[in-house]
């Protein structure tokens, strides 16, 4: 029997038992991806990330290499499995203990982490995501059809429209907390709608208070609690169309509907022709370690 590693952690939260779960395989170079995918499934998670090591010579040069699985399929990025995961390089691995910052090797390119404090029970780092692709815009009567709520519980002072950091997400900013917090996407429309868009996913969001928004994210057959990819899409969006400052640190709560909140911190800077730096923050806490068999 072949004997797999992995540790489980809970990201975008430093209380355990909140915010977005992750396992992490912390030395998976003798899986093949379709095992990968199995153990994917098997850990029933949003994501499961899966380390490669290299040399260590050849991960200073082009990051540690990691690949990250749904229950579905390979990601070429995620916000919370980049966070998640170099935490755990940064809090378990001795050539990268206390670093200020840890590179990830992922499909999409090199992803870079900083961190902002001595390694605690929680750590705290902020990843900087590619700049961002603005793509299709959308009618709000149709994705409102899509997403199973009344055109009204949408804003109507901003488009619909799909951002990419790496992954795209149609943003969907609704009119208030309250709408928000009604919504119940059916997978089958959602994903009949988004196969003829550039979009992936939708990712909808409220305004809560100065400096908060609110956030949802169902797809597949449920929520998921914090969505980093989708988070840095979301100030890209709200830098471009004057809802924050550039460079002003604001605050998405999601996962409360749930019962899992999460608190993502995000920026990024405009220049009046393109948004660029865009920074995605939170905690990892550390829950559980264990192991998988396979023949």
Not at 38 to 63: D, H, P, Q, V, Y
Not at 144 to 153: C, F, H, L, R, Y
Not at 216 to 235: K, V
């Amino acid at each position: 029997m072949r004997t797999f590693e992995y540790r489980l952690c809970d990201v975008f939260t430093d209380t355990r038992f909140r915010g977005n779960q992750l396992a992490i395989f912390e030395d998976a170079g003798g899986l093949t991806p379709d095992e990968m995918q199995k153990l994917a499934c098997e850990t029933n998670l949003s994501e499961t990330t899966f380390i490669i090591r290299r040399s260590l010579e050849m991960e200073r040069l082009r990051g540690v290499r990691v690949r990250i699985f749904t229950t579905r399929e390979e990601l070429p990025f995620a916000g919370h499995p980049t966070l998640g995961t170099s935490a755990f390089v940064r809090q378990f691995l001795p050539d990268y203990a206390d670093r200020d910052s840890v590179t990830l090797e992922l499909n999409v390119g090199a992803a870079n982490v900083r961190f902002t404090q001595p390694s605690h029970e929680a750590v705290h780092g902020e990843m900087t995501q590619p700049d961002p692709v603005f793509g299709q815009t959308y009618d709000r009567g149709a994705v409102a059809a899509a997403i199973g709520v009344p055109a009204d519980d949408l804003a109507s002072e901003t488009p619909l429209q799909t951002v990419s950091t790496g992954l795209p997400y149609c943003i969907v900013p609704f009119r208030s907390v309250d709408a928000l917090s009604k919504l119940r996407i059916t997978p089958s429309a959602a994903e009949e709608y988004l196969r003829r868009s550039d979009a992936k996913f939708f990712y909808c969001i409220a305004p809560e208070l100065k400096g908060i928004w609110r956030a949802r994210m169902q797809f597949y057959n449920g929520e998921d609690p914090a969505t980093g990819s989708a988070a840095g899409c979301a100030i890209s969006y709200l830098v471009r169309y004057g809802f924050a400052a550039s460079d002003e640190q604001l605050h998405i709560r999601q996962g409360i509907e749930m019962g899992r909140p999460s608190t993502i911190d995000v920026r990024a800077k405009f220049d009046g022709v393109s948004v660029r730096e865009v920074r995605v923050g939170g905690s990892t806490v550390f829950v559980a370690k264990g192991r998988f068999f396979l023949e």
